[in-house]
């Protein structure tokens, strides 16, 4: 049973049986999963059936219908933006990947209706030292997270908080790279399983003349105060603002879905510019 409903697996039998479901489509029957993917050949129906649903059970992607397995993450392309809710993130970290650097703060804003409402903001004790750059550029230093919490105590909450949001970043690779190190650290071989939109990609996608898409530069164009920047508080806050910009711009072209707006960032290649996009 997963620990939240928004955690996934990140077993290799999960990840093998929604690589293989993604491959014929999103749905085969429990039979051939059993037989493809556990190598269990030619298994006894009700039998196959069992040992699915333990991996259904474990993982918010998969579902059973009749003795079908179907992947339910094909659906999320449908989501209507008017009718979901978003949680817009920033982290900081001890530096650029995880592992082995932690996280050291996050700032999480939700985006409802098309206004900026909920806050989750907190310090995090990274359990290791943070090196004098990055104390240099975030303005966060040992001793400001000496009696911060560790992950382990904010995860719960924070994933509460989540929900069953879209989660949205400025480079959401990043960001959910790390999140998902620590909540794996928390939930061993889980993470967050939420559908995701990333305002890099969206800027591209909407407002290519500008220079770059860094978080500073759309900040810019949109008029959206950037204030502390590089703290995770203030760059998640100016991020979410930014955000609905983009769902105001996303509707004046009829883009309505998830699925859409994904594509639309996706559909050009970009030269010459930081993925990073800081």
Known sequence: ??????????SVLVRDTVNYLRALGGKAPAVRIVDRVMKIRNPEPSFALLLVSDLVQRDGRLAIVDDQIELIECRQDQID??????????VETTGSKA???RVIEIGAF??????????????????TPIPPFIASLTGIDDMMVSDAPKFSAIADNLLKFIGNSVVVAHNIEFDLGFLNHEIGRVYEDYRLGNPTLCTVQLSRGLISEIENHKLKTVADYYAVELINHHRAGDDAHATAKIFVRLLRE???????NIGAA??????KKYV??????A
């Open 1 to 10: 049973m997963r620990p939240f409903p928004n955690l996934i697996s990140h």
């Open 81 to 90: 933006l008017a009718e979901t809710d978003f949680v817009v993130l920033d």
């Open 99 to 101: 592992p082995p650097c």
């Open 110 to 127: 939700r985006v409802s209706g098309g206004q900026v409402t909920e806050k989750f903001h907190s310090l995090i004790d990274p359990e």
């Open 250 to 256: 996303l509707e004046l072209i009829g883009v309505n």
């Open 262 to 267: 994904r594509r639309l960032g996706r559909r």
């Open 272 to 277: 010459g510019e930081s993925t990073a996009a």
